[in-house]
Structure formats: structure tokens, C-alpha cells
């Protein structure tokens, strides 16, 4: 049975914090994904990445940056946060070329 | 990049009745096309799939169908029952980067199923 697991259900950070979000999945996946889930955007693409260190750019990259120093762990962090960026937060990770993602519980984040 | 657009917004169904989200993508080149549930407070989860060499697939109460032409893609769910009340999400896969496939996703149908 595959695992996602987010560090955070609920976080409230300040404008300007520097925050971190963790990802951990353990069934060895290759692929790791950040979205974010807003109302009427549906799920959006922050960063995937397909391996260890490798990352690339996903629909909405800007204001944020990913981490992936170990298979199993895939971080998003939030330079400097801005009030815009309050969301939920949701990790996904599936095995090297196949297509079904399976998500972590996904963290709500305010940003006040 | 791919752009998908999901319809109705919100859906709402007598028990037993049949219910149709639709979704429409950009790119002729995308191949795949999942659809995933999001039960209140849930994770979002695979419910069914589809590949564009393929027109129907069903599963149970469950059916997506694809239409390559028009470009777009339909989720069928038959005697719909409360626990089918949850958000469904349609999503198109274009193309990947190493061994990951990007999904692009609609804004989230609201299906509820009314006792």
C-alpha cells in the first residue's frame, strides 16, 4: 500500500517567513510532484521532479522553489511568503513511467 | 502547455440517477486521461483512466469516454449512490520530462448525490 505522507496538516506563517513543506513516500517511487489545490483552479503543477537531485519547472513555479536530496523526500519551500500563496498544499509521487500519482494528505497553508 | 477545461462545476443528482462530467484539452498530443475523486477532507485518488488508443473503458458504476476528434473526454457514473458525492477532477498528460508524466488538470466538478 502505497504512503505520502505531508510534514503538516495546518500551517500559519507570517509575510516574508521562509517555510518549508515536506513530502515522504515509501514505495521507492522516481517521481515526486508539488501542486496546489485552490477553488475553481483545480490542482496546479508547482515542481516534479524524476530523480534524485533533478527538478523541473511546473505551471507555477514563481515564489517557490523544491528540494530532492533523498528518493524518498521531496521538499517545497516558500522563500518568502506572500499572502497570495495561501493554499492546500498536496505532494503526489508515482513509479517511473507510470501515469497514476498517489497524493499525501495535503497541508492547508496561511499566510497572514 | 496543455489547458483542460472541466463541465459542469457543480452537479447535483437524485440517488439512482446517471451523472456526466465533461472535459475538454488543447493538445492533440496528449495520451492519457485520468480521472481522480476527492472526498471531503481526502486525498484526491485514481478512479479510472483512459488512453487515446482506446474510445470506452468501464469499470462497475464507472465510464470514461474519449473522443480524439473533438478533444475531449467524458466521466459516465451510473445509479449514483451518496458516497459517489465528492469532487471529481479530469486530467490530460502531454508529455515527460525523464520518467514523469505531467498532468494537467480541470477546475473540479462538486458531484452531490441527493438521498
Known amino acids: 500500500d502505497v504512503k505520502v505522507t505531508q510534514s503538516s496538516r495546518y500551517l500559519v506563517k507570517r509575510t516574508g517567513e521562509k517555510v518549508f513543506l515536506e513530502c515522504v513516500q515509501d514505495?521507492?517511487?522516481?517521481?515526486m510532484f508539488w501542486y496546489r489545490q485552490d477553488p475553481g483552479l483545480g490542482l496546479r503543477l508547482i515542481y516534479f521532479?524524476?530523480?534524485?537531485?533533478?527538478?523541473e519547472k511546473g505551471d507555477i513555479p514563481e515564489g517557490y522553489s523544491v528540494s530532492r536530496e533523498k528518493k524518498e523526500r521531496f521538499s517545497l519551500i516558500l522563500e518568502s511568503a506572500s499572502t497570495n500563496q495561501t493554499s492546500m498544499y498536496l505532494c503526489?509521487?508515482?513509479?517511473?513511467?507510470?501515469?497514476?500519482?498517489?497524493f499525501g494528505p495535503g497541508t492547508r497553508l496561511l499566510v497572514l | 502547455g496543455e489547458n483542460v477545461e472541466q463541465h459542469p462545476s457543480t452537479l447535483s443528482v437524485q440517488e439512482g440517477d446517471s451523472a456526466v462530467i465533461k472535459c475538454t484539452y488543447s493538445?492533440?498530443?496528449?495520451?492519457?486521461f485520468p480521472w481522480y475523486k476527492q472526498e471531503l477532507g481526502k486525498r484526491p485518488q485514481l478512479i479510472i483512466d483512459?488512453?487515446?488508443?482506446?474510445g470506452e473503458k468501464k469499470d462497475q458504476r464507472i465510464a470514461v469516454t474519449l473522443n480524439k476528434t473533438a478533444k475531449h473526454f467524458s466521466l459516465h457514473i451510473t445509479e449514483t449512490q451518496p458516497e459517489d458525492s465528492a469532487v471529481y477532477f479530469c486530467?490530460?498528460?502531454?508529455?515527460?520530462?525523464?520518467?514523469?508524466?505531467?498532468?494537467?488538470f480541470g477546475s473540479g466538478t462538486q458531484l452531490t448525490v441527493l438521498p
Open positions: 503526489a509521487s508515482s513509479l517511473s513511467s507510470a501515469e497514476t500519482q498517489y
Open positions: 514505495m521507492d517511487h522516481e517521481n
Open positions: 521532479s524524476y530523480d534524485v537531485k533533478m527538478k
Open positions: 493538445d492533440s498530443a496528449s495520451n492519457y
Open positions: 483512459i488512453r487515446s488508443n482506446v
Open positions: 486530467a490530460a498528460s502531454l508529455s515527460s520530462s525523464g520518467s514523469a508524466r505531467q498532468l494537467t
